[in-house]
T-cell receptor
Framework: GNSVTQMEGPVTLSEEAFLTINCTYTATGYPSLFWYVQYPGEGLQLLLK?????DKGSNKGFEATYRKETTSFHLEKGSVQVSDSAVYFC??????????????FGQGTILTVHP | IAGITQAPTSQILAAGRRMTLRCTQD?????MYWYRQDLGLGLRLIHYSNTAGTTGKGEVPDGYSVSRANTDDFPLTLASAVPSQTSVYFC????????????FGPGTRLTVL
């Protein structure tokens, strides 16, 4: 079946540091890939997505590139801010058939950014 | 626009009791989902509904039931709660089939003693 594996956390960085959160997936065919973010006390919200190989999703300074050859979708940001402190989830979706857009999530990575 | 609302915000429940978690969306989305969030496990799908009148089982459906009588509401029922159902429960919706974004509610924190 489908699965998503994220790097072990938590991650602690100083403000303006470079961020990478690794994500790899297992799926047949061509899934769509997502990064969701969960701020403290809130539900998840979509951060960015990519729907085909070599696509780059970007939003709020975050980027991730769909790499089919390495089955990866690593999240990066060049300069993090304290306000980026949150839990980040990588997820995939296999539209069509019985999967019908259902998301399979990674375990989540807690990011804490200090001033 | 409220988006997705969930109730209650939190609940402490005795084992063996019946409990219904409520979820309502005002976006007229076709698809709705229930997830549970547990530390180290991410979010796991409990049940889903592609459209009003239909439901399906997700990854961890045992001990839970759902109904979808109309487009807006998607309640989740625990018929006889057990401590392993202690979790944070999120309801989500999306416009329908395809790569649409899922919109999440604020969650319900449930503790079963």
């Amino acid at each position: 079946g489908n699965s998503v594996t994220q790097m072990e956390g938590p991650v602690t960085l100083s403000e303006e540091a470079f961020l990478t959160i690794n994500c790899t997936y297992t799926a047949t065919g061509y899934p769509s890939l997502f990064w969701y973010v969960q701020y403290p006390g809130e539900g998840l919200q979509l951060l960015l997505k990519a729907t085909k190989a070599d696509d780059k999703g970007s939003n709020k300074g975050f980027e991730a590139t769909y790499r089919k050859e390495t089955t990866s979708f690593h999240l990066e940001k060049g300069s993090v801010q304290v306000s980026d402190s949150a839990v980040y989830f990588c997820a995939l979706s296999k539209p069509g058939g019985t999967s019908y857009g259902k998301l399979t999530f990674g375990q989540g990575t807690i990011l804490t950014v200090h001033p | 626009i409220a988006g997705i609302t969930q109730a209650p915000t939190s609940q402490i429940l005795a084992a063996g009791r019946r409990m219904t978690l409520r979820c309502t969306q005002d976006m007229r989305h076709n698809a709705m989902y229930w997830y549970r969030q547990d530390l180290g496990l991410g979010l796991r799908l409990i049940h889903y509904s592609n459209t009003a009148g239909t439901t399906g089982k997700g990854e961890v459906p045992d001990g839970y039931s759902v109904s979808r009588a109309n487009t807006d509401d998607f309640p989740l029922t625990l018929a006889s709660a057990v401590p392993s159902q202690t979790s944070v429960y999120f309801c989500a919706s999306s416009p329908g089939q395809g790569d649409h974004e899922q919109f999440f509610g604020p969650g319900t924190r449930l503790t079963v003693l």
